[in-house]
């Protein structure tokens, strides 16, 4: 009997997190978690990813066929990592019929936080560049596949997040400088994507994929240097 298989993703830190989860049980299969750099591939490239997933395929003894579903981690974060993960599906989803699932990289370090048993409030921050980083606090609760932020994500600058050290919040994300206080390092993970996917069952068509930026836009079209002919 064919094992309906959920693949999960997030390449939106510095490390690859892929996994394999039955989806009727929610028994973890197997998984992989490594900094990009001891890729064979860099983690933009799609060569790379799919030596990652193959290799978990053949240590589950699965194969392509067996995946029934396709999660996401869509940042905010690496916004190449997340491309390249939101490509690779839409790519699968051309040759097969497979659901596509979207999870926050920042729901998913919440879920973590609560399952390494964090309690009340806490703070989720990801490195966002130019000395800001984008934040959002989590009121942690009992169901953590269903936690949501108290307010939408947002950038805010670092020093801006000194008060919140000072006052003894917990404060966790990967890929952060000490510069702020003391963060708990997290990086998010395939398997936490996973279990939320699972609890909210709520699946996108390919085109609507898209990362989490929160930076507004500032592409302006160029105008024509010359009229062509008719």
Request: hydrophobic residues 45%.
């Amino acid at each position: 009997m064919s094992v309906k298989t959920l693949l999960d993703l997030d390449f939106s830190s510095s490390y690859l997190s892929v996994a394999l989860m039955e989806v009727e049980t929610r028994k973890l299969l197997v998984r992989s978690q490594e900094p990009a750099v001891f890729a064979p591939a860099a983690h933009t490239n799609l060569d790379g990813i799919l030596f990652v997933i193959k290799k978990l395929l053949d240590d589950a003894g699965l194969t392509q066929k067996n995946i029934s579903i396709l999660s996401l981690g869509i940042g905010p974060g690496s916004y190449t990592g997340v491309r390249a993960s939101i490509a690779l599906a839409q790519g699968w989803s051309l040759a097969a019929d497979i659901k596509l699932a979207a999870v926050s990289s920042m729901d998913a370090l919440a879920f973590q936080a609560s399952r390494l048993g964090w309690k009340e409030r806490c703070h989720i921050l990801v490195d966002a560049q130019r000395s800001e980083v984008y934040h959002a606090a989590y009121q942690l609760t009992a169901n953590p596949s269903l936690l949501k932020p108290e307010e939408p994500p947002k950038i805010v600058s670092k020093e801006s997040l000194l008060a919140l050290s000072k006052g003894n919040e917990k404060m966790a994300g990967p890929d952060l400088d000490k510069s702020i206080g003391p963060i708990h390092p997290l990086y998010p993970l395939a398997e936490d994507i996973a279990i939320i996917s699972l609890s909210q069952s709520l699946y996108l068509e390919p085109e609507d994929l898209a990362p989490i930026y929160l930076r507004p836009t500032q592409f302006t079209k160029a105008k024509p240097t010359r009229t062509l002919p008719l």
